[in-house]
């Protein structure tokens, strides 16, 4: 891969290119083959990825998806970008509100600050993932019968990080809920049909 | 012939129900496309190089560095050097590159030199001796108090006392009109005096003392007279889909734009005009929309920027969203308000007397008037208002524009004085209800049912909890009102031969339930289930309808819907009567069925019944407003009562909402199930702006310190307590027609809990947000003062 030209030669993962250059023993100028660079640094291995687009592979919802995608691009824009998965919002893009709340390897994480790069090996499913076809999950459902959304854009994140709250608490009391999903920000104030969602104890993950 | 009266409530099989809302199913599946997801083939990134500074003007822009990198498709300077900005983050530089890390890039190789000019962004009391602003009214004046919502006859009165400063020609005038001036104000500039413009430096434009009765003896033979000191900080609409538009030339005379706005039908004429093509040959195109709240009515400049771009990029798909940290500085805020009030009753407890001289600002434009005093009609005021020009991303309307400042004014000042007279605030309230106009009997049915819902009478007790401990708890309320009519709408209903109903509308469904209650109306006109009628909306192709603000969306597509289902029920009749060997006024449509109402055993399957129909689709327009087709179906003037019950910790100032109430009107009720999600929200927004949000501006760099959701933030799902709504529903309402309810229940929350902490601690933090500094602070010096 050639160097971009219009790059000024930046630090990357803490280690300056010259340092890559003196510790690896190979020239930049070489094509980079599959995978990251490892390099040491303050004794330890380090991936070196990019500069430029590097392949990064992502297993989505149980499919395996590939991309050539810059080093810098978080797991969210990797998702919405470059695989149409726009479930998951971009909102605040600082890991505060929740809207890009998804599932890695069964735990909630907000995809806006993971890196698509650090996703590799590991299995997410996003709010596309948890239904099958068109049929709604029990926790979907709940979300239409107590009716908590208004403007939607909140909801996806909320639903994933409600199944996951639920598989964790399978019967939460008032005071589960104030903390198990405070990390989801909605503007038009839906948390009242939340509460209730979460008190009806919708089961199970399948449609 | 036709009944265009809503139905009587014992024939009505959806309206006034409880039911889900249509769009939640895709909406809960994340399958619901916002513009922020529209993501075709080929789209281009666009970004917008925004201003560093407060206050500056542009010296010189070199965008050659940007225009040379690979990917970069497009680069459009939006303000040229020389020009004069105003507030930091204004746009001042677009690109359009392959992916978004590479417009980055773009934007970071963009060189701007600014001369930096002095700014000034405090909102702090103005000072003592300031002059009234008599000079000629300049056009910006104008339109600034146009953007502000300065009540008609406050402007033409300013028109008429000053001149304007400016030539508005016929095409102005028009436009203006065009846009929702009122015609009144239209004349009254067609008429104005011209006067030279003297240019004023001052960033205070104060009005002149508005005064009635005799406020001077009030206030001396009064029984009781309270003076405070009482506001809201500015704070953001923070919608959770930023602003943004994507805009793509299928030929080079044919706009394709996708835009996430309030206002479907009124963005073409805003797109067409800085571009200079026909506002016929935009389309524009929205599902769904993450919020507004009042500041989605514009294609704004970086909508523009995308049609620029895409221009430029040979046609190419260009988004923009705007990213978090523009959204919070520029595209919209709530003008600040504060008041140093005065207000007196009788010894009956009778409101005599009302004096305020507030101030607030909405950015360069100074923002809007708080109605003062609010509700009550005092029969003697003295008031002046200063509007504070501030170098800062312009206010927008957001929900009931001055209402909730105007609440927070008057109804603390209010409990002050019930306090001092030692008297339960809901009796001194209920005495003076004569004095709130024409809504007088909604707010007396409405005040004893919030008060058993909050169980008033047993938890309220006189100012300053006396129990042991450092946690005081306390109860508070609010009264609000709002307009609320009907928009203009245009409704096409079509039935086809197989029975199938189609709705034609291009307007827009904000979460508040739009789609849900224009598919109510018909298919309970027409007597067939809801899934019987596909919906159309969001695309400019469709008949007009208006912009969604002013709670005026719901009122408007339910009429023009009503009047659209009535006449082609009452032409499917006539096609149909022959078969029943019965006249087409002894017909009814019920149960999917079309049958002779005296005899239901004659009738046909609502299928059956449309195949008489022919071989052709038949489509009825219905309009609001249609005075051809009386009764009017919509109506304004709503009354609601908020109460709340709070904890205070008094040794870190943190406030907890135990308890809110809110008991509401909105004529009559097409779906109780989202009518109460849009008051239990608006608590909700309320119990944010109380406590929490509040637009922090750095007065030495002029800048948001708080762009974001980490500092700038809302409620969450732990801050909300128990809420309970009661709408008000059935007889003296149903009959009223149906008023828009996204403003009214929004403005009480502020005004509720800053009762309910004063009723806990004893002292009043005087203005919002109610931040534990501010509560220690109060404590600390009994109230008197703040300078948070």
Redesign the interface.
């Given at each position: 891969m050639k160097d971009?030209p219009?790059?000024k030669p930046e630090t990357t993962s803490g280690v300056s290119r010259r340092d890559f250059m003196k510790i690896s023993g190979v020239g930049v100028a070489l094509p980079l083959v599959l995978g990251p660079k490892m390099v040491e640094a303050a004794g330890e291995e380090v991936a070196v990825h990019g500069p430029g687009k590097v392949p990064v592979a992502l297993t989505v919802n149980g499919k395996k998806l590939s991309a050539q995608l810059?080093p810098?691009?978080t797991l969210l824009?990797a998702l919405?970008?470059n695989f149409?998965l726009?479930?998951?919002?971009?909102?605040?893009?600082?890991g505060?509100?929740g809207?890009c709340t998804v599932l890695m390897d069964g735990k909630t994480v907000y995809a806006c600050a993971v890196l698509a790069i650090d996703a590799q090996g590991k299995n997410i499913t996003?709010?596309?993932g948890l239904?099958k076809g068109?049929a709604?999950t029990p926790v979907?459902?709940a979300?239409?019968?107590h009716?908590a959304?208004?403007?939607?854009?909140?909801?996806?994140g909320f639903?994933v990080a409600t199944t996951h709250f639920l598989e964790q608490h399978p019967n939460p009391n008032a005071e589960d809920?104030?903390?198990g999903?405070?990390g989801?920000?909605?503007?038009?104030?839906?948390?009242?049909?939340?509460?209730a969602v979460a008190l009806a104890k919708p089961e199970g993950r399948a449609s | 012939m036709s009944e265009y009266t809503w139905p009587d409530p014992a024939t009505r099989p959806l309206l006034g129900k409880r039911i889900s809302r249509v769009d939640g199913p895709v909406k809960a599946s994340g399958r619901a496309k916002y513009t922020y997801d529209y993501n075709p083939n080929g789209l281009l990134a666009g970004k917008i190089l925004r201003c560093p500074h407060a206050h500056a003007r542009i010296v010189s822009i070199d965008s050659s560095a940007a225009e040379k990198m690979a990917g970069v498709k497009a680069v459009k300077v939006l303000q040229t050097p020389g020009t004069e900005i105003f507030w930091a983050g204004d746009e001042v530089v677009a690109v359009a590159a392959v992916d978004e890390s590479t417009a980055e890039d773009a934007i970071r190789a963009i060189k701007v030199q600014y001369e930096v000019l002095p700014h000034f962004v405090s909102d702090a009391e103005p000072p003592k001796n300031i002059g009234v602003n008599n000079g000629p009214i300049s056009r910006d004046d104008f339109e600034d108090m146009e953007d502000n919502q300065v009540p008609d006859e406050q402007v033409i009165a300013a028109i008429k006392a000053n001149g304007i400063s400016f030539k508005p020609d016929d095409k102005y005038l028009k436009d203006a009109q065009a846009s929702g001036v009122d015609p009144q104000v239209v004349e009254a500039l067609r008429s104005a005096k011209y006067a030279e413009g003297k240019t004023s430096r001052s960033p205070y434009k104060k009005t002149a003392v508005q005064k009635q009765g005799d406020p001077d003896k009030a206030f001396t033979s009064a029984a009781a007279v309270s003076e405070g000191f009482y506001g809201a900080s500015c704070i953001t609409h923070c919608c959770l889909e930023t602003h943004g538009m994507a805009s793509e030339w299928p030929t080079d005379k044919d706009l394709v734009v996708h835009v996430s706005t309030q206002n479907l039908s009124g963005i073409a004429p805003q797109v067409s005009e800085p571009l200079g093509i026909p506002a016929g040959n935009i389309q524009v195109l929205q599902q769904y929309i993450g919020g507004g709240f009042g500041s989605k009515f514009s294609p704004d400049r970086w909508g523009i920027a995308t049609a620029q771009l895409s221009k430029a990029a040979g046609g190419k798909p260009v988004k923009i969203m705007l990213e978090r940290d523009a959204e919070q500085e520029v595209a919209g805020m709530r003008p600040s308000g504060f008041a140093r009030v005065k207000i007196a009753a009788d010894k009956d407890g009778k409101l005599v007397a009302w004096e305020s001289r507030s101030w607030g600002t909405g950015g360069m434009g100074g923002g809007g008037t708080p109605p003062l005093p609010y509700i009550f009609e005092i029969p003697n005021q003295r008031k002046q208002h200063i509007a504070i020009s501030t170098n800062q991303g312009s206010a927008r309307a957001w929900r009931a524009p001055n209402h909730p400042q105007a609440a927070v004014i008057t109804m603390t000042a209010i409990e002050d004085l019930a306090a001092k007279m030692n008297m339960d605030p809901v009796d001194l309230i209920t005495r003076n209800l004569e004095l709130t106009g024409p809504r007088e009997k909604i707010y007396r049915d409405e005040l004893p049912i919030a008060a058993e819902l909050m169980e008033w009478k047993k938890k309220w007790h006189p100012r300053g909890d006396k129990s042991a401990g450092p946690i005081k708890r306390g109860l508070g309320l609010s009264l609000h009102t709002w307009g609320g009519r009907g928009h203009n709408s245009d409704c096409d209903l079509t039935i086809h031969p197989d029975g199938s109903v189609e709705i034609k509308m291009a307007t827009q469904d904000l979460g508040t339930g739009c789609r849900t209650i224009i598919t109510i109306v018909a298919a309970d006109t027409l007597g067939i289930p809801l899934d019987n009628i596909k919906l159309l909306i969001g695309d400019s192709r469709y008949p007009v309808s208006g912009a969604s603000g002013g709670s005026t969306t719901s009122g408007g597509v339910t009429s023009s819907t009503r009047r659209a289902a009535v006449d082609a029920r009452d032409q499917l009749f006539a096609k149909v009567a022959p078969a029943l060997k019965a006249q087409p006024k002894e017909l009814e449509a019920v149960n999917a069925t079309v049958r002779v109402k005296s005899d239901p055993s004659r009738s046909l399957r609502w299928k059956e019944a449309c195949a008489k129909i022919g071989a052709m689709p038949m489509t009825i327009r219905g309009k609001n407003p249609d005075k051809s087709k009386p009764p009017d179906l919509t109506n304004s003037g709503v009354g609601g009562v908020q109460m709340a019950d709070v904890s205070v910790d008094t040794e870190t100032g943190i406030v907890r909402v135990n308890k809110m109430v809110a008991v509401q009107d909105c004529g009559l009720v097409v779906d109780v199930k989202t009518a109460e999600s849009q008051v239990l929200g608006a608590l909700i927004m309320g119990i944010s702006y109380a406590l929490y949000e509040e637009k922090i501006l750095d007065p030495v760099s002029g800048r948001m310190l708080n762009p974001n959701m980490e500092f700038y933030r809302l409620a969450g799902i732990a801050d909300i307590g128990e809420m309970k709504v009661h709408m008000m529903i059935g007889k003296g309402y149903d009959e009223r027609g149906v008023i828009g309810l996204a403003e009214p229940p929004v403005i009480s929350p502020g005004a509720a809990i800053s009762n309910a902490i004063a009723n806990a601690i004893g002292v009043r933090v005087p203005f919002l947000p109610l931040t534990p500094a501010r509560v220690l602070e109060a404590l600390e010096n009994g109230g008197t003062h703040a300078t948070v």
């Open positions: 971009d219009t790059r810059e810098r691009v824009d919405r970008d149409d726009t479930g998951a919002k971009r909102v605040c893009d600082r505060v509100c809207a996003t709010i596309e239904a068109d709604l979907m459902q979300f239409v019968a009716d959304q208004q403007c939607g854009f909140c909801t996806p639903i809920i104030r903390r999903l405070s989801n920000y909605c503007r038009c104030g839906t948390y009242n049909g939340i509460r | -």
